[in-house]
C-alpha cells in the first residue's frame, strides 16, 4: 500500500488534472487484485450476486449459482443507500456476516458497499472488495479513508457526475495511499424514461483511452431491466471493459431491492454462456462454469460447458465461412493481376503469426496443425473463385 502521494502543482497543471489515474502513455492497463481475481488482464471478470443480502438462505443459494456459472466474484449490499426512507436498508452487520460466509462457501472474493467514513474499518474486516455508490462517489472523507483502508476499491460512477469528476474522486483515492480502484460505469441520469439510467457505453470507451485503472460496467442499474442485460453485457465486451458486475437473485419476484433489473440463476448462466462466445474474440478469456462431484447440478453445469462448446463452435464456422469468402476474393484479384494463387511467404507469416497466440492446451505445434489445415481449404477457395 503506497502512502499519500503529492504532486506538485506545476505538474498538475501540466499534465491531465488527475495525474496519478491518468495513462500517460501507458500501453497496458493496471492490474488490482481482489483475492485470487485480477482485474484489467487477459480475464473478463464478473461479479455477481443479489442486491441486498436478505436472507441466509437467499445470500448462499445466490452465490453458489452465480458460482457454478463462472462468476469470479461475489457482489451483495449489507448497508443499502435507499432513496426512501421506508425502503429495505440492508442488515448491516448480520448482512455482512452472511455476505463473508457465502464467499467463503463458494470460494468467491466478496465486493459490498461502504456507506460512511466511519464504517470502512467494518466492513473492510469483512469484505475483499470495497464498493462506493453513486451517491456517495464524492464523499470526499469517504474517498480519503478508502486510502487507507486496505482493500482495493469499486469506484462506481456518480448519476450526474461528468468524466472528469469521476477520475478526480478516483485521484482521491489513489492520492491517500491506494493504487487499486476499478472503475464502474453504471448509467447516468438523462431525459430518456425508458430505462432507468442510460448506461454510458462512450464513456467506457474514453475511460480505456484516458486511464491506466481497470473498467467494468453494471448493466444491472445502467438499464433497470431484466431483458436489456444480456445484449449491453455483449456491448460492454466490446467497447473494452473488464468485466461485469450483475445483480442475481433466486427469486427476484420476492426481492426486496432492484428485482426487476435481477437476472435468476437461470438467466445468469445463459448470460455467461453468451459472454463465452464473443469475449474470445476480444482477446479476452472468461471463467467457466464450475462442475461438482455428481448430482443434478454437476449434469446442468455439463450441459452449461457443451453449449458454450457450441456456441464456439458455430462462431468458428461462421469466421472460417467468411475466411473463405475473402479468400475467393483475393483469389480473383491475383489472377486479375497475374500473380501466383500460391504464395508460401505469406502462408509461413500467417503461421508464425497465430503460433504467437498459443496458451493453455493449445501449444504452437498444435496451432499450426489447425492453421494449416485452415489454410489448405483457404487456398482452394482461391484456386476455385472466377
Known amino acids: 500500500m503506497l502512502g499519500e502521494q503529492r504532486i506538485p502543482a506545476a505538474e498538475r497543471s501540466a499534465a491531465a488534472p488527475y495525474p496519478l489515474v491518468a ?17 484489467g488482464g487477459e480475464e473478463f471478470v464478473v461479479a455477481a450476486g443479489p442486491c441486498a443480502v436478505e436472507t441466509e438462505e437467499q445470500v448462499r443459494a ?9 462468476a469470479r466474484l461475489l457482489r451483495g449490499g449489507a448497508f443499502k443507500p435507499r432513496t426512501s426512507p421506508y425502503s429495505f436498508q440492508g442488515l448491516g452487520r448480520e448482512g455482512l456476516r452472511l455476505l463473508a460466509a457465502a464467499g467463503r462457501e463458494s470460494g468467491l472474493p466478496v465486493v459490498t458497499e461502504v456507506l460512511s467514513a466511519e464504517d470502512v474499518p467494518l466492513v473492510a474486516s469483512s469484505a475483499d472488495m470495497l464498493q462506493v455508490g453513486a451517491r456517495n462517489m464524492q464523499n470526499f472523507a469517504l474517498l480519503k479513508a478508502l486510502g487507507a483502508a486496505g482493500r482495493p476499491v469499486l469506484l462506481k460512477r456518480g448519476l450526474s457526475a461528468t468524466i472528469e469528476e469521476f477520475l478526480l474522486a478516483a485521484e482521491y483515492i489513489v492520492c491517500h495511499g491506494n493504487p487499486d480502484v476499478v472503475l464502474c460505469e453504471r448509467g447516468i441520469r438523462t431525459f430518456e424514461t425508458a430505462t432507468r439510467n442510460t448506461l454510458d457505453l462512450n464513456a467506457v470507451a474514453w475511460l480505456k ?31 473494452g471493459s473488464d468485466g461485469l458486475i450483475v445483480e442475481v437473485h433466486p427469486q427476484p419476484a420476492l426481492s426486496l431491492s432492484d428485482g426487476e433489473q435481477s437476472l435468476t440463476p437461470e438467466e445468469f448462466s445463459a448470460l455467461m454462456g453468451e459472454l463465452g462466445r464473443c469475449v474470445p474474440f476480444e482477446g479476452r478469456t472468461l471463467a467457466s462454469p464450475r462442475p461438482e462431484a455428481a448430482g443434478p447440478r454437476a449434469t446442468l453445469c455439463l450441459r452449461r460447458l457443451r453449449e458454450r462448446i457450441d456456441g464456439l ?3 468458428l464456422a461462421r469466421l472460417l465461412i467468411e475466411r473463405a469468402k475473402v479468400a475467393a476474393v483475393i483469389g480473383r484479384a491475383k489472377r486479375a493481376s497475374g500473380l501466383s494463387i500460391h504464395a508460401p511467404e505469406r ?15 493449445l501449444g504452437p505445434r498444435e496451432i499450426e496443425r489447425v492453421f494449416r489445415a485452415v489454410i489448405e481449404e483457404t487456398r482452394r477457395a482461391e484456386e476455385s473463385s472466377e
Not at 445466490?62 to 463462472?70: F, I, P
Not at 502462408?347 to 492446451?361: C, F, I, Q, T
Open 62 to 70: 445466490s452465490a453458489r449459482a452465480v458460482a457454478q456459472a463462472g
Open 313 to 315: 463452435d458455430e462462431a
Open 23 to 39: 495513462r500517460n502513455g501507458r500501453s497496458e492497463t493496471t492490474r488490482v487484485r481482489v483475492g485470487a481475481v485480477e482485474i
Open 347 to 361: 502462408e509461413d507469416d500467417v503461421l508464425r503469426n497465430v503460433a504467437k497466440l498459443a496458451s493453455g492446451p
Open 209 to 239: 483511452t484516458a486511464t491506466h485503472l481497470p473498467v467494468i460496467v453494471d448493466p444491472s442499474h445502467g438499464t433497470g431491466l431484466r431483458h436489456l442485460i444480456r445484449p449491453l453485457s455483449k456491448a460492454a465486451v466490446a467497447v
